[in-house]
């Protein structure tokens, strides 16, 4: 079967970043956030009669929270794939500024909930036309009881179109000027792009390219670091006093709060990882050995380990697809025919080319109810780790895509979840595949590189970030000191086990400058090791544990992260005893690839 390498975006409004529909579904959002606004203020919440009209109110609240969905992904989805589509920078801006109204009537609607007394409220989300939506109607009414005044929210809501969101659409402005001239040994000169360049650095087998293209990714984003230091002052220095005229001491506690878990858990999952560390020192200690280094080096990561007459597997995309499907299957046939389907319908932007965005994702369109996903393959079993990665968010959407729009608004802990488990599944699928010695150790490699970043590197991320935020709050930070800030990170969750560090991450990685969810980093590290818990019974299941996990998938939204586990794992995530269960798994793999690679050292 040949698939595309290119996704269709016509498909959701013809015409690229020129499509009328998608000018007048914008449109359409302008009026229904006024009369959203409208409905919310009619409604009269200690009469019963006005259910009905409740009942509009939510329907209304959906469809614009779906429109907004449908055209931001599709925008996004086109500056992704070509990083100077103008007219798309402008149509973001625009959509940008049709929120605060429909912000408004959210506010509006959550305070109004707030008015019902604890008793009233007891009995109004009983009521039949309500249980299904009790957990999120109760957030709302929560977060209501947060709000500042409705002027005030709006007036906040409004600034953040040129302070929060202007500073993260800034980045991408930037790093969208961003190429790195790369000298080939043919001699040729290649002009890659970021994703490119970051493909290159981390994943060919040839050390002395790598080395190259790092030193020339350091330096690339050394140049770009006093606008972007500008930038991530303004854009954390926004959330920080937002944070404060709400009241809010803590800066941890709305990512926490959005992640729908407790500090207990977090900070029981660092400390079961931070205990377990010297593990990770091994692997990469004796990864550099292989490498013919005493110490690992930043770019050598996740380079490929091939020994001996190895010739590492290269796999098409089409042949990437076949194996996701034939291992999918196993588990679960359903999500292997969704899978098939994304396929089919060209919903995948895949190939490698300049003028693309750095990184991956998977995005959703609730209103068609589809899924696009966006990377740059190059046939690494890495690549189609990625690849299977982003199918599993699609297929975590697509088992909710029949749940009221409130039960679909699932956090990014759990997200990484599902995602997670897709490509344990591919990861475990390989290392069967192999025949020799050097094969297995290859691929044992290749899925510790997967722990490595969420042991190793993610937690770097959350110790510059929860530094980072500490510091901002006492005035601007220099470009400098952010990146003396980073490199403390780096050695800190690294153990000191690197030879070289990557001071300039912080201006690299577009987590820092997203605007919407603050710490983008722990919960990747939560999805791992929650994943690994259901990976475990799966395992013992086959495919009889299908059902249970598409009913644990569509409970994601509806519950905190520690019932969730509680119910469909029955285990407690604020204790070290769950964690150190996934960690163990983890330290198996490192023991075997320690045995495995004794020979060659």
């Not at 990469?284 to 010739?311: C, H, S, Y």
Request: aromatic share 12%; charged share 25%; glycine share 4%.
């Amino acid at each position: 079967m040949t698939y595309s390498l290119n996704w269709d975006l016509d498909s959701i409004f013809p015409g690229g970043s020129s499509s009328e529909e998608l000018i007048t579904r914008m449109n359409k959002l302008k009026t229904d956030s006024k009369t959203y606004q409208t409905l919310v203020r009619e409604w009269d919440i200690g009469n019963p009669k006005t259910n009905q009209l409740f009942k509009e109110i939510l329907k209304l609240q959906s469809s614009i929270n779906d429109g907004f969905m449908q055209c931001s992904s599709f925008i996004n989805a086109l500056l992704a794939a070509n990083t100077n589509d103008s007219k798309a920078k402008i149509l973001l801006g625009n959509l940008s500024k049709l929120m605060p109204a429909a912000q408004l009537g959210d506010t509006l609607l959550k305070t109004k909930l707030t008015k019902i007394s604890d008793e009233q409220w007891s009995k109004f989300i009983e009521h039949n036309d309500w249980k299904e939506l009790a957990f999120r109607l109760t957030e709302l009414r929560t977060e209501g009881r947060a709000q500042l005044s409705e002027n005030e929210e709006n007036i906040i809501n409004t600034l953040s179109l040129d302070g929060l969101a202007a500073w993260s659409a800034h980045y991408d402005t930037i790093v969208s000027t961003l190429t790195l001239p790369f000298t080939e040994k043919d001699g040729s000169v290649s002009q890659l792009s970021a994703g490119q360049a970051f493909n290159r650095m981390t994943s060919d087998p040839d050390a002395e390219i790598r080395q190259t293209l790092f030193d020339l990714w350091e330096a690339a984003w050394t140049e770009k670091s006093p606008l972007l230091a500008d930038t991530l002052n303004h854009l954390d220095g926004f959330r920080l006093s937002d944070y404060q005229l709400h009241g809010i001491k803590n800066f941890l506690e709305k990512p926490l709060t959005y992640n729908r878990m407790k500090e207990d858990t977090l900070n029981a999952m660092w400390q079961v990882i931070s205990e377990n560390k010297q593990h990770m020192v091994d692997y990469l200690t004796r990864k550099a050995q292989l490498f013919g280094k005493e110490k690992m080096d930043w770019q050598d990561q996740d380079a490929p380990v091939i020994l001996g007459n190895l010739k590492e597997k290269v796999f098409s995309f089409d042949e990437a697809a076949a194996f996701i499907l034939t291992n999918f299957k196993k588990f679960s046939p359903k999500m292997a025919e969704f899978a098939q389907s994304v396929f089919e319908k060209s919903w995948i932007e895949a190939e490698d080319r300049p003028g693309k965005r750095p990184g991956g994702y998977c995005t959703e369109l609730p209103e068609t109810k589809e899924s696009r996903i966006f990377m740059t393959y190059g046939g690494s079993i890495n690549e189609v780790a990625t690849l299977a990665h982003e199918l599993g968010h699609a297929f975590h959407s697509s088992v909710l895509w029949e749940l009221p729009t409130l039960n679909r608004d699932y956090a990014m802990n759990v997200a990484e979840t599902a995602s997670t488990f897709a490509e344990l599944i591919v990861a475990d699928a390989s290392l069967k595949t192999a025949e020799t010695n050097e094969e297995r150790i290859n691929l044992l490699d290749a899925k510790l590189q997967n722990t490595n970043a969420m042991f190793m590197n993610i937690h770097a991320r959350f110790l510059f970030e929860t530094n980072f935020y500490e510091a901002r709050k006492s005035g601007l930070l220099s470009e400098e000191q952010i990146t003396e800030m980073m490199l403390e990170a780096q050695k800190e969750s690294y153990q000191n086990c690197l030879d070289n560090y990557h001071p300039h991450f912080w201006a690299s990685k577009l987590h820092f400058f997203i605007d919407d969810i603050p710490f983008y980093n722990f919960p990747y590290t939560f999805g791992y090791l929650f994943s690994q818990g259901i990976y475990a019974t799966a395992q013992k299941s086959g495919t009889d544990f299908e059902d249970s996990y598409i009913d644990l998938l569509r409970d994601t939204a509806s519950m905190t992260s520690e019932d969730l586990a509680e119910k469909h794992l029955n285990v407690d995530l604020t204790k070290p005893e769950f964690w150190k269960a996934g960690v163990d798994l983890v330290n198996a793999d490192i023991k075997e690839f320690l045995e495995l690679t004794e020979p060659y050292v």
